[in-house]
């Protein structure tokens, strides 16, 4: 019996740390690209800053388990708000 196994509809996106992100995609890609943003917030008595980092991640195909694409992430790079393409 020849049984044919069609590539999963959800990635599971495995960022630094060990997060990870599940995301729906269509078909198989070696590489995904995700901006995401975080808060930052550093209070100490010589500085206050309060503000929101946007990062470009890169993540790329590392093998299908429990029914997810697993992607891995391979680059983060922090980019300036006037970058950001809406």
Known sequence: MNKKTKFPKKAKLIADGGFYKIEKID????????????RIRISEPSLDYDGTWHFD????????????????QVHSIRIDEANIKS
């Open 27 to 38: 078909k198989f890609v070696t590489r995904i690209n995700m901006i995401v943003a975080r």
């Open 57 to 72: 991640l890169e993540f790329v195909f590392d093998g299908i388990k429990n029914g997810y694409a697993e992607y891995r």
